[in-house]
């Protein structure tokens, strides 16, 4: 008698054909995301927080909501380093977002693979994963 454990990825069954799919979407993911983050080191998260708190240390925020008012008014100071800080905190910035982005591209997959009823629908979980494991 083989004593068997259970094993899940991404809370699916990995004995299900959604938990195989759930491991290649993983693992695809981990390949995205790690080509990314390798571009994307520590220190360039380092810096974003710095030039933000620099940012706010000048009385300007930067939210997703004022962002256009806020770069106004740095390049409106005529301070040519501080414009300079924004033209890189701004590319730091994009760069973070793109993460963002392929992560919850990930977790949309995940999420549609979860909520299937049959976890060995062939049909179903190749309909949820072709276009991601493609990319």
């Keep these: 008698m083989t004593n068997k454990r259970y094993q899940e990825i991404e809370d699916i069954d990995a004995s299900t ?7 290649a979407c993983r693992v695809k993911a981990r390949g995205i995301l790690g080509d990314d983050l390798l571009n994307f080191a520590l220190m360039d998260f380092v810096a974003f927080m710095m030039l933000n708190t620099k940012f706010m ?3 300007i925020f930067i939210t997703e909501d004022n962002k256009e008012e806020a770069y106004i008014k740095v390049i409106e100071t005529g301070d040519d380093s501080l414009i300079n800080d924004l033209e890189r905190y701004i590319n730091l910035q994009d760069k ?7 992560k919850r591209e990930f977790e949309t997959v995940i999420h549609q693979l979860q909520g299937l009823d049959d976890y060995n629908d062939v049909d179903a979980v190749n309909t949820i994963v072709r276009d991601y494991l493609r990319k």
């Design 57 to 59: 240390d000048r009385g």
């Design 96 to 102: 973070i977002l793109v993460l963002d982005g392929k």
């Design 17 to 23: 054909y959604a938990g195989r799919a759930a491991n």
